[in-house]
Every structure is written in C-alpha cells, then in structure tokens.
C-alpha cells in the first residue's frame, strides 16, 4: 500500500483525527468500517486513516477481508459527503461486530477537546444491534451429570461413523458450515482435514455433548436429516446398551453352587477355567475307564478336531470366511456349556471381546419358558427380559450388530417344529413363542443378527442342516484344563498341588474330572472335608461320596424342570425314575453293554426325554460311521455313572425290599439279621466281580460296597426306607475282602479290592 509521504500511520487510528493539509479538521464519522483490503484506495489532497472497531469475538473468519464489500458507489458517496470529505460504506455478512460500538468508543482524538467529544458520542449514538446471544448448543449446565456411556471413545467412533455417510460435497460443505456457524471455536478453516482429523478438532476444542450438538445441528441445517438420526439414535442406544450391560453383569458375575454351599454365590472369574471346544459335532463322549476299553462308545471321526477359543466365537473373521450367521453349539449335560456362553456375555460386558456386537441380549430357554403361553411381540418379548431395552424403538438400523444367545434349546417348553411353523417377520406383531423363535433361528425376524443356540446332543436335530452355518462341541476339561481349574479355586497354592496329586492317585476320580461340574462336586466335598480334617491326616480314598452328590444335583435339576415344565413329561416319581434307570444299567451291565438301544428304553419303562433332558444322567451323541451315514448312540453321561447307578438300584432293592439283586433271591429281613443279609449281599457281589471274565463289576463293587457308609446313607435318606448303622456288616466285608487278597487268586484284582477297602473305611487317617 503506498501512502504517499512519511507520515503514513499504522492500522488503529481513527480517520477523523486526521485533517487536510492546512490543518483543517472536519468531524465526518463514516457509517461502517473499513476493510483492511485497501489496494484500491488512492491517496488525494484530502488523506483519511480509518480505525477499525475490535471484535468482541476474534476469529479467524473476522480477519478475512473477503468477509467485506462495498456498499455505496462512489458518486454517492460524493453526494452525501460534504467537499473534502470521503465516505465509505463497508458491510460483512453476519458480522458479529457492530461498527457504531466500535465508532463510539470512550478513546478521544488527538487535539479534541472534552465537549467535541461529548457532542461526538451524541452524533453517533444510533441504535445498535445488541450483542449476539451464545448459542445454547456451546452451553452445558454445570449442574448436569453426563450419562457413563458418553465417552470419549464412544464420541469418537459416533462421529466419524456418522461423516463417512456423507457423500464428499457433503463433508466439504459440513466442514464450510461448521466453520461458518461457529466461529467462535474454530479459529481455522477445516477444508484441509479429512474426517479423523475434523473429529479429533472438535473433540479437542468442544466437550464430548457440545460435539455432538454441533454435528447434529449442522446436519439438520444441510437437510441431511436421515444422517442426523443416525447419530441421535445411535447417542442413544448408547445409553441403552449401557444400561443392559449392568444388567447382564449382575445376572451373570455369579455362578451359583448348590452343592455343600447350599446356594451360596460365587464370583465366576474365581472359578472359570478355559474349557475344551471344537470345529464340528460328532464327537462321542468321554468314555475313558480305568479298566476296560470301551469301544463301542469311542468316536468314528476321522481326522482331529480343531480347537476353537471361547475368543474365536463369532470373530469377525470367522464370520466373513465362512459367512456365519447361525452357530449351534451342543455338549453332554455337565459339559460346561452354560459356562461357556457366560464367559462370552461377561466379556462382551467387560469390553474384553466381541467389540462388532452392538447388543447381545441372551434368551435362555428356562426364562422363555414361563411365556410359552403367552401371545406376544419379538420387541415385547425382549423389553419383558430387558425393560431398559424399552427405550429402544427398533433393533434393526445401521451398522449396530444385535446377537442372541438361546441357551439349552433342550429346556424348550414349546415342541420346536421347522417344518410346519408359519415364515414370520413382523418385529411387533403379538405370535406364539414356537413362531418367534423358529423365525430368529431361520433368520425371518432378524436376518442380520448373529443367533448362538445351546444344547444337549438330543435336540440337536430339531433345527435343519440349511439353518445352522457353523457347529461347534463343548467337550469339558483337557488334563492339563481340570488341573488349572483346582489351582484357581483353591488359593492356597501348597494345598491345591495336594489335591490335584489326590485326584491323580485315583484314576476313576481324575477321568471323571474331565466334566467341569464333577469337578464343582470334587471342589466341594473336598473344601468340606479340609475345613474338618485335623492337621497332618490324609485324605479320603473314597469316590462313591462325589458320585452321590452328582446324582442329586443331576435329581434337584430333574425335579425343578419338571416344575417348571408347562406340560406333563414325567409321572414318575424320582425314586421311581432311579429304580427304572437303575434297572436298566444293572442289566446292561450284566450283557457288558454300555450303549443303549430303543428297546432297552421300552423294556424298562422310561422315556428317553426323562433321562437324558430332564435328569441329564444320560445323552446322545451322533458319530460318523462311514463317509455320508451318522448313527445316533444313547448311553450314560459316562460309564463309571452307568456302575454307579445299577449299584444304587442293587442298595436301593436291597434296602427297601429286602431283595439281593445279584444273586436273585430275597432275604428275611428280621430286624437281628439285617447286618448278616447286607454281607451276604457284599460277599455275593465280592464273588461276582472276582469270577467275571473282565471287569465290569470293579467300580460297580467299590460304589455297592461305598453305599453302605452311613455319611452316603444319610445323603441318600430321602430314597431308603430306613437308616441303620452297618459297622459290623462292613467290618465283616472287610474281612472276607483281605481274606481274598491273602489268597491271591485272582491277583488282577487285588488292587481294586484294596480300594474298596477304602470304601468301607473312608475315615482319613493321621499320618
């Protein structure tokens, strides 16, 4: 800019302070202010510097001179203005500034005097626009509490989510608007950002709700209402799935044990030990003896299974190899399947995993089941289980991943029938639940919901091959898993090698370890009997006390299913049930059969839903035979089971009947020879397992002899008749067993006859 002479001044000064040549001063206020863009001013006999009013608000868009246009032609000005005297109208769009606030400042002029001033302020005291309000939207209650789930995090991803909708005019003309509308908070012009760096401003200079306001407004402006939803909705689903996340962590950061703990809550981190899954199912069950080779319940499959990580359900993935919607998951009863699917909802609450999954409500059968009567909505259903999902209008919107997990499809009330239910699809629209929940596994109701169902092998087939994308087996503890799980529970590092060492010097016992809940039932007999036990003894040898406390946990399940059952499953008794079940396996025993046919079911009176859904002391299992054929095989949950409860019905009909199972014939039961009849029962067994060719009565003999304690008695009064001391008769058994370990015939057997000598006297000893 050329100024003419050396008396060029800075930017600041007021025109009117400065005259012509000779000193003449003419009291001339321009009308607005002047841009600081002056290239197009020339200097005249008449020279005239222009102040320029400070904004209240500075910015970067109030120092843009593109901002300014002229507003009154020359020839008008020259019209208006008195001779001499140059006049300039200056505008700016929304400017927040006032020029008259700033002309009619307190700031006097060189060589005024104070009533020149005083007159000066009088000229210019037209009425000004008032100050602009703030914009309630940058305004936040100091008072108001932000809601948990507002976090940075989550207000990070919500934005950026929500302008990579835009089309790139529209993110151009956001960050133009955005830039326009508040200038007060972004000083910079945004074009040059992409969309993380416009997220990480706005973050930066506004809170996490003002960012979003602002976003949101700027969006209803652009009339990009969809989008604007979008990011209000998502806001607040937020809030919901928070809130269902307390929810599910309360239900779920307990395990209850209802064994010696009568109920008492556990936390399940304390307890929860990695469990074996794998690809497929059609794995037979655990079968492994410690004196027999059980072939015909080994598994047919060829190959070996590929283990999967409760980490590596529904991974992204997985699930985009091999397209995974609908994943069935199934075990033997006590397998750890309901473990399983707690450790996944308990990560998925914690933030540890399954981060693509917007809700995961789960559905347990047991819960579904007190509405099978009942004609209700899909959304209904779910708000009945979650009210805070109420605040939810629909689960079906953008990039928000729902999940259910149906758990124990066996516990369903509701006959589950593909082939003759109705295709339904209305989320709303009041059904049975049969409909609603054939339609979410089909994938009717929620095609891009991702549906886990659990179950026992027996219901496995009640879902068609073209409904299920993924299977998996839940196969329980490895070796190295169920000695993981005793060094968790038991704290104290010393006693817990000495357990697992106990566990290892029975063989039966650590097989049977291998289901997760035998060891719940191992962990509680043996906490019980730790806390009794003085300083410096052994532990019991015994095993027949844990298969009891199985058993009743397996009949408490029974009953409270039936109970809970809306129809008539069973009319048996559970004593009943036992001496049926208890039939069957002594007589299978007998053939040396462990794998059960459809005529064993018929010929003993039971159903085969009784026993393996109801009570779950049997199970099914489906193995590869040949290449295209599968055969389905029942049998107990394990053979040391199917010993144990034959020899419960041989006690049972000793002790209730008087009759002695095994050799066929009935005692006098008079009250002075109750304890003779129980040893000819002991020695007509004792014999039986020492002539048997193999060894199917070894374990039988060891939980026979074990019932005869009066602590197994006592667990088991609810089933006898009467309770009587036998200390006499098992001492009498104890005879006739060492006779026959002095004899030495059959020495194969000496072994386990000295376990059962631990049977008769589970008493620990001091060392």
Request: overall charge negative; hydrophobic content about 35%.
């Amino acid at each position: 800019m050329e100024t003419g002479s050396d008396n060029s001044l800075p930017f600041g000064h007021g025109a009117s302070a400065f005259g012509s040549e000779d000193g003449d001063v003419e009291d001339v206020i321009p009308e607005r202010r002047l841009s600081l863009d002056l290239r197009h001013w020339e200097p005249t006999a008449d020279r005239y510097d222009v102040e320029r009013a400070a904004s209240p608000a500075p910015s970067y868009v109030s120092m843009h001179s593109d901002g300014w246009s002229f507003s009154m032609s020359e020839t008008e000005a020259d019209e208006e203005a008195p001779h001499g005297v140059t006049q300039v109208h200056l505008e700016r769009a929304n400017s927040s500034a006032s020029s008259s606030f700033s002309l009619c400042s307190d700031e006097g002029v060189e060589g005024e005097s104070k009533p020149e001033r005083k007159s000066r302020k009088k000229s210019c005291s037209q009425p000004s626009a008032a100050p602009p309000l703030p914009k309630p939207e940058l305004q936040k209650d100091p008072n108001e509490k932000r809601h948990p789930a507002l976090t940075v995090e989550f207000a990070f991803k919500a934005l950026q989510s929500c302008l990579q909708k835009l089309t790139a005019d529209e993110l151009k003309s956001f960050k133009h608007n955005l830039w326009k509308r508040y200038p007060e908070c972004f000083r910079d012009p945004l074009d040059g950002l992409d969309i993380v760096d416009v997220v990480d401003k706005m973050l930066e200079i506004c809170d996490i709700e003002v960012s979003l306001k602002i976003t949101h407004i700027v969006l209803r402006e652009m009339n990009l209402k969809k989008v604007a939803d979008y990011l209000q909705g998502l806001c607040k689903r937020n809030e919901v799935r928070y809130e269902l996340k307390l929810t599910l962590k309360r239900k779920y950061e307990n395990i209850y044990e209802s064994l010696a703990q009568q109920g008492q809550q556990t936390l399940f981190d304390s307890v929860y030990t990695d469990i074996h899954i794998t690809d497929g199912a059609n794995a037979a069950i655990n079968s492994e003896h410690e004196y027999r080779q059980i072939e015909e319940l080994q598994e047919c499959g060829r190959g070996t299974k590929e283990v999967v990580s409760c980490k590596d359900i529904f991974s992204p993935e997985v699930v985009k190899s091999r397209h995974v919607r609908t994943l069935l998951t199934k075990g033997s009863p006590g397998i750890g399947k309901s473990s399983v699917v707690q450790r996944f909802i308990l990560d998925w609450v914690e933030g540890k995993g399954h981060h693509d999954v917007f809700f995961l409500i789960p559905l347990p059968f047991k819960e579904l089941n007190q509405m099978a009567d009942d004609k209700i909505g899909f959304m209904d259903l779910i708000c009945r289980l979650y009210p805070e999902m109420k605040e939810v209008d629909t689960l079906d919107f953008d990039d928000c991943r729902v999940m259910f997990i149906c758990d124990g499809l066996d516990d369903c009330a509701v006959p589950i029938d593909f082939r003759r239910t109705a295709y339904w699809c209305d989320l709303n629209e009041p059904t049975t639940l049969k409909i609603l929940i054939t339609n979410l596994i089909r994938g009717n109701l929620m095609y891009s919901a991702y549906v886990w169902v659990t179950t026992r092998p027996v219901s496995i087939n009640l879902i068609p091959a073209e409904s299920i994308h993924q299977l998996h087996e839940v196969r329980g503890f490895t070796n190295e898993q169920r000695e993981a799980y005793f060094r968790k529970v038991i704290t104290n590092k010393e006693l817990a090698e000495r357990v697992i060492a106990y566990i290892k010097s029975c063989k039966t016992l650590y097989l049977m370890c291998h289901m997760p809940q035998f060891c719940w039932v191992v962990h509680n007999v043996l906490q019980r009997d730790l806390q009794n036990l003085p300083a410096g003894t052994e532990l019991p040898k015994a095993i027949t006390h844990f298969y009891t406390n199985l058993l009743l946990m397996h009949i408490g399940m029974r009953s409270q299913r039936l109970q809970n059952s809306t129809k008539e499953e069973s009319v048996l008794s559970d004593q009943d049930f036992l001496m049926k079940l208890g039939k069957m396996a002594f007589q299978l025993l007998e053939k040396n059969v462990f794998r059960i046919e459809k005529e064993h079911w018929t010929e003993c009176g039971l159903h085969v839903r009784d026993a393996v859904v109801i009570a779950g002391l049997c199970t099914q299992f489906y193995r590869e035979k040949f290449v295209m054929y599968q055969e389905k095989v029942d049998c107990f949950i394990h053979p040391t089971m199917q010993e144990y409860i034959a020899a419960l019905y041989v006690f049972l009909s000793f002790k209730n009947n008087g009759k002695n199972v095994v050799e066929g014939h009935k005692f006098k039961m008079f009250s002075s020879s109750k304890e003779g009849s129980l040893v000819e029962l002991h020695k007509s067994a004792i014999d039986k397992a020492l002539h048997a060719k193999n060894a199917n009565y070894d374990i039988f003999l060891r939980f026979l002899l074990g019932m005869s304690v009066e602590a197994n008695q006592d667990l088991l009064r609810s089933f006898l008749s009467s309770t009587s001391l036998s200390m006499q008769a098992r001492e009498e058994t104890a005879r006739y067993i060492r006779k026959k370990i002095k004899e030495n015939h059959y020495p194969e057997k000496n072994e386990n006859l000295q376990q059962c000598l631990d049977e008769l006297f589970p008493q620990p000893q001091r060392h």
